[in-house]
Protein backbone atom coordinates (compact mmCIF):
# COMPACT_ATOMS: atom_id res chain seq x y z
CA UNK A 1 0.00 0.00 0.00
CA UNK A 2 1.32 3.52 -1.25
CA UNK A 3 -0.85 6.19 0.86
CA UNK A 4 0.14 9.86 0.17
CA UNK A 5 -1.01 12.43 3.13
CA UNK A 6 -1.74 16.19 2.82
CA UNK A 7 -2.13 18.68 4.97
CA UNK A 8 -2.82 22.44 4.36
CA UNK A 9 -0.24 24.37 6.00
CA UNK A 10 -1.25 27.00 8.75
CA UNK A 11 -4.56 26.95 6.97
CA UNK A 12 -7.07 29.28 8.04
CA UNK A 13 -4.16 32.09 8.85
CA UNK A 14 -2.34 31.28 5.21
CA UNK A 15 -6.32 31.68 3.43
CA UNK A 16 -6.54 34.86 5.28
CA UNK A 17 -2.60 35.94 3.93
CA UNK A 18 -4.22 35.22 0.58
CA UNK A 19 -7.21 36.98 0.65
CA UNK A 20 -5.01 39.90 1.94
CA UNK A 21 -1.52 39.99 0.96
CA UNK A 22 -0.21 42.74 3.25
CA UNK A 23 -0.34 40.92 6.17
CA UNK A 24 1.91 38.02 4.59
CA UNK A 25 5.28 38.30 6.60
CA UNK A 26 3.59 39.49 9.24
CA UNK A 27 2.52 37.54 12.72
CA UNK A 28 -1.01 36.68 11.85
CA UNK A 29 -3.63 34.69 14.52
CA UNK A 30 -7.16 33.83 13.28
CA UNK A 31 -9.42 34.01 16.78
CA UNK A 32 -12.77 32.28 17.54
CA UNK A 33 -14.25 35.46 19.66
CA UNK A 34 -17.03 33.53 22.20
CA UNK A 35 -18.62 37.34 22.39
CA UNK A 36 -18.85 36.42 26.51
CA UNK A 37 -16.64 39.83 27.04
CA UNK A 38 -13.99 41.69 25.18
CA UNK A 39 -11.37 39.26 23.60
CA UNK A 40 -12.87 36.49 25.50
CA UNK A 41 -12.26 33.33 23.35
CA UNK A 42 -9.06 31.35 21.65
CA UNK A 43 -6.82 31.29 18.73
CA UNK A 44 -8.03 28.73 16.16
CA UNK A 45 -4.46 28.42 14.73
CA UNK A 46 -2.03 31.33 13.77
CA UNK A 47 0.97 31.90 10.73
CA UNK A 48 4.46 30.74 11.43
CA UNK A 49 5.69 33.87 12.10
CA UNK A 50 3.06 34.35 15.00
CA UNK A 51 3.98 30.73 16.19
CA UNK A 52 7.62 32.31 16.80
CA UNK A 53 6.36 34.91 18.98
CA UNK A 54 4.81 31.79 20.82
CA UNK A 55 0.91 32.33 19.84
CA UNK A 56 -0.23 28.59 19.22
CA UNK A 57 -4.11 27.57 18.46
CA UNK A 58 -6.11 27.06 21.74
CA UNK A 59 -4.33 30.00 23.47
CA UNK A 60 -6.70 32.56 24.90
CA UNK A 61 -6.78 35.54 22.83
CA UNK A 62 -6.12 37.92 25.71
CA UNK A 63 -3.04 35.76 26.95
CA UNK A 64 -1.94 36.17 23.03
CA UNK A 65 -2.34 40.22 23.00
CA UNK A 66 -0.15 39.81 25.75
CA UNK A 67 2.40 37.93 24.57
CA UNK A 68 2.31 40.06 20.82
CA UNK A 69 0.20 42.85 21.17
CA UNK A 70 1.31 44.01 17.81
CA UNK A 71 0.01 40.74 16.10
CA UNK A 72 -2.67 41.18 13.68
CA UNK A 73 -5.74 39.22 15.05
CA UNK A 74 -8.17 37.95 12.44
CA UNK A 75 -12.19 36.66 13.09
CA UNK A 76 -12.62 33.44 12.24
CA UNK A 77 -14.04 33.07 8.62
CA UNK A 78 -15.22 29.28 8.50
CA UNK A 79 -17.06 29.66 5.25
CA UNK A 80 -14.05 30.71 3.83
CA UNK A 81 -11.93 28.35 4.35
CA UNK A 82 -14.39 25.67 3.56
CA UNK A 83 -14.87 26.93 0.23
CA UNK A 84 -11.00 26.82 -0.02
CA UNK A 85 -11.23 23.36 0.64
CA UNK A 86 -13.37 21.99 -1.12
CA UNK A 87 -11.94 23.23 -4.37
CA UNK A 88 -8.37 21.37 -3.13
CA UNK A 89 -9.78 18.42 -2.41
CA UNK A 90 -12.83 17.83 -4.95
CA UNK A 91 -11.14 19.96 -7.50
CA UNK A 92 -7.42 18.77 -7.42
CA UNK A 93 -6.65 16.20 -4.82
CA UNK A 94 -9.62 13.77 -5.88
CA UNK A 95 -7.97 13.61 -9.50
CA UNK A 96 -4.38 11.93 -7.76
CA UNK A 97 -5.74 9.22 -5.96
CA UNK A 98 -8.13 6.01 -6.64
CA UNK A 99 -9.31 6.81 -3.19
CA UNK A 100 -9.43 9.77 -1.27
CA UNK A 101 -10.81 10.12 2.71
CA UNK A 102 -11.18 13.25 3.49
CA UNK A 103 -9.78 13.51 7.11
CA UNK A 104 -10.76 17.10 7.66
CA UNK A 105 -11.18 20.34 6.85
CA UNK A 106 -7.42 20.35 5.83
CA UNK A 107 -6.18 16.95 5.53
CA UNK A 108 -6.73 14.26 2.97
CA UNK A 109 -5.29 10.62 2.93
CA UNK A 110 -4.89 9.52 -0.88
CA UNK A 111 -4.53 5.62 -2.06
CA UNK A 112 -2.54 5.97 -4.86
CA UNK A 113 -1.30 2.43 -4.83
CA UNK A 114 -2.53 1.63 -8.10
CA UNK A 115 -0.85 4.79 -9.39
CA UNK A 116 2.90 4.83 -8.96
CA UNK A 117 5.20 2.14 -9.56
CA UNK A 118 7.51 2.56 -6.60
CA UNK A 119 7.97 4.85 -3.41
CA UNK A 120 10.30 7.45 -5.64
CA UNK A 121 7.25 7.87 -8.11
CA UNK A 122 5.24 8.76 -5.41
CA UNK A 123 7.92 11.10 -4.13
CA UNK A 124 7.49 12.47 -7.83
CA UNK A 125 3.62 12.38 -7.92
CA UNK A 126 3.52 14.48 -4.30
CA UNK A 127 5.60 17.10 -6.03
CA UNK A 128 3.01 17.67 -8.16
CA UNK A 129 0.43 17.89 -6.28
CA UNK A 130 2.32 20.16 -4.20
CA UNK A 131 2.79 22.42 -6.96
CA UNK A 132 -0.80 21.96 -8.34
CA UNK A 133 -2.21 23.48 -5.23
CA UNK A 134 -0.13 26.04 -5.15
CA UNK A 135 -0.46 27.23 -8.99
CA UNK A 136 -4.26 27.23 -8.89
CA UNK A 137 -4.91 27.88 -4.91
CA UNK A 138 -1.48 30.08 -4.05
CA UNK A 139 -1.77 27.35 -0.46
CA UNK A 140 1.36 25.83 0.61
CA UNK A 141 0.65 21.94 2.16
CA UNK A 142 2.85 19.39 3.45
CA UNK A 143 2.62 15.95 2.20
CA UNK A 144 3.70 12.69 3.82
CA UNK A 145 3.82 9.18 1.88
CA UNK A 146 3.98 5.88 3.87
CA UNK A 147 3.03 1.95 3.36
CA UNK A 148 0.24 3.06 5.60
CA UNK A 149 -2.15 6.10 6.61
CA UNK A 150 -0.63 6.81 10.26
CA UNK A 151 2.87 6.17 8.99
CA UNK A 152 2.54 9.28 6.10
CA UNK A 153 0.44 11.44 8.37
CA UNK A 154 3.34 11.26 11.29
CA UNK A 155 5.56 11.98 8.39
CA UNK A 156 3.96 14.76 7.17
CA UNK A 157 4.15 16.66 10.67
CA UNK A 158 7.99 15.99 10.54
CA UNK A 159 7.96 18.16 7.82
CA UNK A 160 5.84 21.25 8.23
CA UNK A 161 5.66 23.64 6.41
CA UNK A 162 5.42 23.42 2.63
CA UNK A 163 7.31 20.07 3.01
CA UNK A 164 7.32 16.87 1.10
CA UNK A 165 8.51 13.40 3.08
CA UNK A 166 8.96 9.94 2.40
CA UNK A 167 9.28 6.97 4.15
CA UNK A 168 9.84 4.00 2.21
CA UNK A 169 9.16 0.33 3.16
CA UNK A 170 12.64 -0.98 4.26
CA UNK A 171 13.35 2.47 6.27
CA UNK A 172 9.69 1.62 8.35
CA UNK A 173 11.45 -1.20 10.96
CA UNK A 174 13.89 1.42 12.38
CA UNK A 175 11.89 4.44 12.37
CA UNK A 176 9.38 2.82 14.60
CA UNK A 177 12.53 2.31 16.93
CA UNK A 178 13.13 5.57 17.02
CA UNK A 179 9.45 7.36 16.67
CA UNK A 180 8.79 9.20 20.09
CA UNK A 181 5.12 7.72 21.89
CA UNK A 182 3.43 11.34 22.02
CA UNK A 183 4.19 11.76 18.11
CA UNK A 184 1.63 8.85 17.24
CA UNK A 185 -2.01 10.21 16.19
CA UNK A 186 -4.41 9.36 19.00
CA UNK A 187 -2.12 9.53 21.80
CA UNK A 188 -3.87 11.83 23.96
CA UNK A 189 -2.50 12.64 27.26
CA UNK A 190 -4.51 10.09 29.22
CA UNK A 191 -3.00 7.10 27.26
CA UNK A 192 0.58 9.18 27.36
CA UNK A 193 0.53 9.12 31.07
CA UNK A 194 -0.04 5.68 31.12
CA UNK A 195 2.21 4.42 28.28
CA UNK A 196 5.50 6.13 30.14
CA UNK A 197 4.01 4.39 33.85
CA UNK A 198 4.69 1.31 31.66
CA UNK A 199 8.21 2.61 30.66
CA UNK A 200 7.25 3.36 26.78
CA UNK A 201 8.45 5.88 25.22
CA UNK A 202 9.11 5.38 21.72
CA UNK A 203 6.62 3.67 19.63
CA UNK A 204 8.16 0.11 19.25
CA UNK A 205 7.96 -0.47 23.31
CA UNK A 206 4.40 -1.19 23.15
CA UNK A 207 5.80 -4.61 21.98
CA UNK A 208 7.95 -5.10 24.89
CA UNK A 209 4.34 -4.12 27.09
CA UNK A 210 2.03 -7.94 27.69
CA UNK A 211 -0.55 -7.37 25.59
CA UNK A 212 -3.48 -8.13 28.11
CA UNK A 213 -1.76 -5.55 30.60
CA UNK A 214 -1.84 -2.70 27.82
CA UNK A 215 -5.34 -3.89 27.08
CA UNK A 216 -6.24 -3.90 30.97
CA UNK A 217 -4.89 -0.24 30.99
CA UNK A 218 -5.34 1.70 27.90
CA UNK A 219 -8.36 -0.46 26.23
CA UNK A 220 -9.02 -3.01 23.62
CA UNK A 221 -8.76 -0.56 20.61
CA UNK A 222 -6.37 1.73 21.54
CA UNK A 223 -3.62 -1.60 22.58
CA UNK A 224 -4.39 -3.13 19.02
CA UNK A 225 -4.12 0.23 17.30
CA UNK A 226 -0.87 0.70 19.10
CA UNK A 227 0.38 -2.97 18.39
CA UNK A 228 -0.42 -2.84 15.26
CA UNK A 229 1.51 0.33 14.06
CA UNK A 230 4.78 -0.94 16.40
CA UNK A 231 4.56 -4.60 14.56
CA UNK A 232 3.99 -2.86 11.00
CA UNK A 233 1.10 -4.43 10.59
CA UNK A 234 -1.43 -1.70 10.68
CA UNK A 235 -3.41 -1.52 7.42
CA UNK A 236 -6.49 0.48 7.66
CA UNK A 237 -7.26 1.31 3.87
CA UNK A 238 -8.09 4.42 2.95
CA UNK A 239 -11.81 5.04 3.06
CA UNK A 240 -13.73 7.04 0.74
CA UNK A 241 -15.44 9.87 2.58
CA UNK A 242 -17.03 12.48 1.04
CA UNK A 243 -17.16 15.32 3.56
CA UNK A 244 -16.51 15.11 7.45
CA UNK A 245 -20.13 16.20 8.66
CA UNK A 246 -23.10 17.89 7.51
CA UNK A 247 -25.06 20.02 9.73
CA UNK A 248 -29.14 20.81 9.07
CA UNK A 249 -30.81 23.33 12.35
CA UNK A 250 -34.35 24.23 11.88
CA UNK A 251 -36.28 26.87 14.53
CA UNK A 252 -39.15 25.84 15.64
CA UNK A 253 -42.32 28.18 16.11
CA UNK A 254 -42.08 28.61 19.50
CA UNK A 255 -39.83 27.65 22.57
CA UNK A 256 -40.89 24.04 23.59
CA UNK A 257 -39.68 21.09 25.77
CA UNK A 258 -42.29 19.04 24.32
CA UNK A 259 -40.87 15.91 22.66
CA UNK A 260 -43.28 14.86 20.16
CA UNK A 261 -43.51 18.59 19.14
CA UNK A 262 -39.81 18.88 18.86
CA UNK A 263 -39.12 15.75 17.24
CA UNK A 264 -41.66 17.10 14.61
CA UNK A 265 -38.79 19.31 13.47
CA UNK A 266 -36.01 17.40 14.17
CA UNK A 267 -37.24 15.02 11.40
CA UNK A 268 -37.22 17.64 8.95
CA UNK A 269 -33.48 18.61 9.75
CA UNK A 270 -32.93 14.64 9.30
CA UNK A 271 -34.33 14.93 5.73
CA UNK A 272 -32.36 17.31 4.96
CA UNK A 273 -29.58 16.32 5.95
CA UNK A 274 -29.58 12.90 4.35
CA UNK A 275 -30.38 14.52 1.32
CA UNK A 276 -27.23 17.07 1.57
CA UNK A 277 -25.28 13.48 2.29
CA UNK A 278 -25.67 12.59 -1.30
CA UNK A 279 -26.06 8.87 -0.62
CA UNK A 280 -23.04 8.94 1.67
CA UNK A 281 -23.93 7.09 5.40
CA UNK A 282 -23.15 8.80 8.54
CA UNK A 283 -20.98 6.94 11.40
CA UNK A 284 -22.06 9.37 13.80
CA UNK A 285 -25.41 10.94 14.54
CA UNK A 286 -25.58 13.85 16.74
CA UNK A 287 -28.64 15.70 18.15
CA UNK A 288 -27.89 19.28 18.89
CA UNK A 289 -30.24 21.69 20.81
CA UNK A 290 -30.07 25.54 20.91
CA UNK A 291 -31.73 26.31 24.07
CA UNK A 292 -33.48 29.50 24.62
CA UNK A 293 -30.73 31.44 25.92
CA UNK A 294 -28.73 29.92 22.63
CA UNK A 295 -26.60 28.12 24.84
CA UNK A 296 -25.86 24.48 22.90
CA UNK A 297 -26.36 21.37 23.84
CA UNK A 298 -25.74 18.39 21.84
CA UNK A 299 -25.39 14.53 22.10
CA UNK A 300 -23.62 12.36 19.91
CA UNK A 301 -23.55 8.55 19.43
CA UNK A 302 -21.19 6.50 16.71
CA UNK A 303 -22.51 3.64 14.44
CA UNK A 304 -19.69 1.72 13.50
CA UNK A 305 -21.39 -0.12 10.14
CA UNK A 306 -23.10 3.54 9.58
CA UNK A 307 -26.34 4.75 10.27
CA UNK A 308 -29.47 4.74 7.74
CA UNK A 309 -32.01 7.86 7.11
CA UNK A 310 -34.69 5.21 8.54
CA UNK A 311 -32.45 4.39 11.58
CA UNK A 312 -31.52 7.56 12.33
CA UNK A 313 -35.38 8.98 13.04
CA UNK A 314 -35.82 6.93 16.26
CA UNK A 315 -31.89 7.20 17.60
CA UNK A 316 -32.24 11.01 17.16
CA UNK A 317 -35.52 10.88 18.93
CA UNK A 318 -33.89 8.88 21.68
CA UNK A 319 -30.48 11.38 22.00
CA UNK A 320 -32.88 14.32 22.00
CA UNK A 321 -35.20 12.51 24.49
CA UNK A 322 -31.59 12.35 26.80
CA UNK A 323 -31.18 16.04 25.77
CA UNK A 324 -34.28 16.81 27.34
CA UNK A 325 -33.61 14.91 30.76
CA UNK A 326 -30.17 16.41 31.36
CA UNK A 327 -31.54 19.96 30.79
CA UNK A 328 -34.30 21.73 32.20
CA UNK A 329 -34.36 24.49 29.63
CA UNK A 330 -36.91 24.88 26.71
CA UNK A 331 -35.37 24.62 23.36
CA UNK A 332 -35.11 27.54 20.32
CA UNK A 333 -33.63 25.44 17.30
CA UNK A 334 -32.94 21.85 16.89
CA UNK A 335 -30.78 19.88 14.63
CA UNK A 336 -28.36 16.83 13.98
CA UNK A 337 -24.86 16.67 12.48
CA UNK A 338 -24.26 14.07 10.69
CA UNK A 339 -20.19 12.82 10.84
CA UNK A 340 -17.83 10.26 9.30
CA UNK A 341 -19.81 10.36 6.22
CA UNK A 342 -18.41 7.38 3.80
CA UNK A 343 -19.68 6.54 0.08
CA UNK A 344 -22.12 3.49 0.88
CA UNK A 345 -20.46 1.57 -1.63
CA UNK A 346 -17.17 1.58 0.90
CA UNK A 347 -19.51 0.66 3.77
CA UNK A 348 -21.18 -2.21 1.69
CA UNK A 349 -17.44 -3.93 1.76
CA UNK A 350 -18.03 -3.88 5.64
CA UNK A 351 -21.20 -5.56 5.79
CA UNK A 352 -20.26 -8.20 3.51
CA UNK A 353 -17.08 -9.05 6.14
P1 LIG B 1 -0.03 23.39 10.54
O1 LIG B 1 0.68 23.00 11.80
O2 LIG B 1 0.84 24.17 9.60
O3 LIG B 1 -0.74 22.25 9.88
O4 LIG B 1 -1.14 24.42 11.03
P2 LIG B 1 -2.70 24.37 10.95
O5 LIG B 1 -3.20 25.68 11.41
O6 LIG B 1 -3.14 23.97 9.58
O7 LIG B 1 -3.03 23.32 12.05
P3 LIG B 1 -3.87 22.00 12.00
O8 LIG B 1 -3.55 21.23 10.76
O9 LIG B 1 -3.63 21.34 13.30
O10 LIG B 1 -5.37 22.49 11.97
C1 LIG B 1 -6.05 22.84 10.78
C2 LIG B 1 -7.02 23.98 11.02
O11 LIG B 1 -7.94 23.60 12.03
C3 LIG B 1 -6.35 25.26 11.51
O12 LIG B 1 -5.93 26.11 10.47
C4 LIG B 1 -7.39 25.86 12.37
C5 LIG B 1 -8.22 24.71 12.86
N1 LIG B 1 -7.88 24.47 14.27
C6 LIG B 1 -6.83 23.77 14.77
N2 LIG B 1 -6.82 23.80 16.10
C7 LIG B 1 -7.92 24.50 16.48
C8 LIG B 1 -8.49 24.87 17.73
O13 LIG B 1 -7.96 24.56 18.81
N3 LIG B 1 -9.66 25.60 17.69
C9 LIG B 1 -10.25 25.94 16.51
N4 LIG B 1 -11.39 26.64 16.53
N5 LIG B 1 -9.75 25.64 15.32
C10 LIG B 1 -8.60 24.92 15.30
CA1 LIG C 1 -4.14 19.20 10.15
CA1 LIG D 1 -2.65 21.97 8.67
Redesign the pocket.
Known sequence: MIVLFV???????QVEEILNPKIKGKPVA?C?FSGRFKDSG?????NYEARKLGIK??MPIPKAKEIAPNAIYLP?RKEI?KEVSNRIMDGILKNYGDKIEIA????AYLDITQRVKDFREAYILGKEIKDKIYEKEKITV?VGIAPNKILAKIVAELH??NGLGVLKPEEVESFIKTLPIDEVPGVGNTILNKLKENGISYLYDVTKVDFEKLKSEIGKAKASYLYSLALNTYNEPVKERIRKHIGRYVTMKNNSRDLDFIYSYLKRAIDEAYSRANGGIPKTLAVVAIMEDLDIVSREKTYNFGITRENAYDEAKLLLAEILKSDRRKLRRVGVRLGKIYKASTLDKFFNF
Open positions: DFDYFFAVVAIATSAGIYSIDETKP
